[in-house]
């Protein structure tokens, strides 16, 4: 049974950072794309940054620059670095991984149950 689990969200100042985690079992981690949405209430799930089996990255030109994605096959888990938090980056962010990357981001059938991300002063 694939499990996927997020941490790190939580309330941060615009300007500040913060540092998602995914940790994943049941599934082989090395073999596949990894991705991370977010969600606002009324709006579509969108990408934020995917990451290929052998690390190229891809990330939405909304945060181009602040947030980075990696991960650590090791350690079954992909991180999203976020820094120079905006107001607007406030969403529920969600990893999902069993994903397949060809220079676009194809979502697997995993998902983790959300991480509130909350920017504000």
């Known amino acids: 049974q694939v499990q996927v689990v997020e941490s790190g969200g939580g309330l941060v100042q615009p300007g500040g950072s913060l540092r998602l985690s995914c940790a994943a079992s049941?599934?082989?981690?090395?073999?596949?794309?990894m991705g991370w949405y977010r969600q606002t209430p009324g709006k579509q799930r969108e990408l934020v940054a995917a990451?290929?089996?052998?690390?190229?990255?891809k990330t939405a030109d909304s945060v181009k620059g602040r947030f980075t994605i990696s991960r650590d096959n090791a350690k079954k888990t992909v991180y999203l670095q976020m820094n120079s938090l905006k107001p607007e980056d406030t969403a529920v962010y969600y990893c999902?991984?069993?994903?397949?990357?060809?220079?676009?981001?194809?979502?697997?059938?995993?998902w983790g149950q959300g991480t509130q991300v909350t920017v504000s002063s």
């Open positions: 990451i290929s089996s052998d690390g190229r990255t």
């Open positions: 999902n991984v069993g994903g397949a990357y060809t220079g676009s981001y194809y979502a697997g059938n995993y």
């Open positions: 049941g599934i082989t981690f090395s073999i596949y794309a």
